[in-house]
């Protein structure tokens, strides 16, 4: 499935990030040479140490928002295949410079110009399920209504990605694919209060302290391994039935708040207090995604469960930074 890959060249934007030095990780290991442009803004280097002196793979320090930047990534790399994940992103970041969000547009319409100028063979958007805002239906339908007022600029840059996406496919014949990624999880993700809900608990989970829930934690949310969410990306890229397609990645399986709480103090054996805050602004409360599209258009599955990703990723953050 994924012979494309061997000796191929590769842009990775958000190289450095979570889901992005993962990728990186698959990439390298299937033969592709990796490029990686990251401003290192919520990525780090050492997510990508493992590569270091590897001819396979080069650093480019920059900013994926800045034309000049991608002129000289695109020419000396002549990427086939561009994944662009690099955005600004994390509930607490945006909420407290929403207008740094809107930078990611200049990102976004300089990659699909130099992909279609540069005859790259397919270019993946990173979108997310933030675009259906609170759902008017669920499970939300990459087709079915969207509730686009009031949101927050992150998930209005997320939507005009999607847009060029198809744009590019329909007007210039570029193969686009975007995915609206749900709730992804696993070792390398931001855990500080500006990174995303299991890392946060799992760190206070290793620290022995209570696990704070924004709201009375009915609000729901579809986890997805690491793992599952690179295959599906990798996937996604080479097949042609998703070209031009706005396709949700999940598991479709809503996980309450609660029980996430319940099952990463049980992971950690731990007798941890769950403590009630109230609920952050640009909250949503339900999101559940209609994964069948993924399933018919991509053909795979997010088949790990929520245990084994959770004991996972605990085990990794506890060798980490030390045992608690
Ligand atoms: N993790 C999730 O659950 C989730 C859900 C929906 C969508 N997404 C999307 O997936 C992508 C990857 O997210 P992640 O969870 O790995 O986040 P992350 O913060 O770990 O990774 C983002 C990476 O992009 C880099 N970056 C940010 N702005 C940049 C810029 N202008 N130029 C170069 N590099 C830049 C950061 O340094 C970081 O390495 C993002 O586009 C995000 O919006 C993630």
Redesign the pocket.
Known sequence: MFEAYKGASVLV??G?????SHLTDRLIELGAKVVV???????KRENLSQHEGNPNFAFAH????DWPTLDRVFDTHKPDYVFH??????VKRVEERPLDVL??ID?IRAIFEFCKDRKVKKILY?????VYGEPISLPTHEHGPINVSPRDPYSLVKMLGENLTHHYYEQYGLKTVALR?????GPR??SSPYG?VVGIFLDRALKGEPLHIFGDGSATRDFVFYKDNVNTILTAMLKDTTDGQTINVGKGIPTTIQELAERVAAVSGKDLKIEYLPVRKMEIKYRTPDVQRMHELIGTKAETTLEEGLRETYEYMKNKHGAA
């Open positions: 934007t958000g450095a990030g979570f889901i992005g442009l990251d401003d290192l803004s919520t990525g920059g900013n994926a928002n994940l690099g955005a600004f992103c994390g930078k990611d990102g990173s979108s997310s399920s933030e990624f749900f709730n992804v999880y993700q931001e995303f």
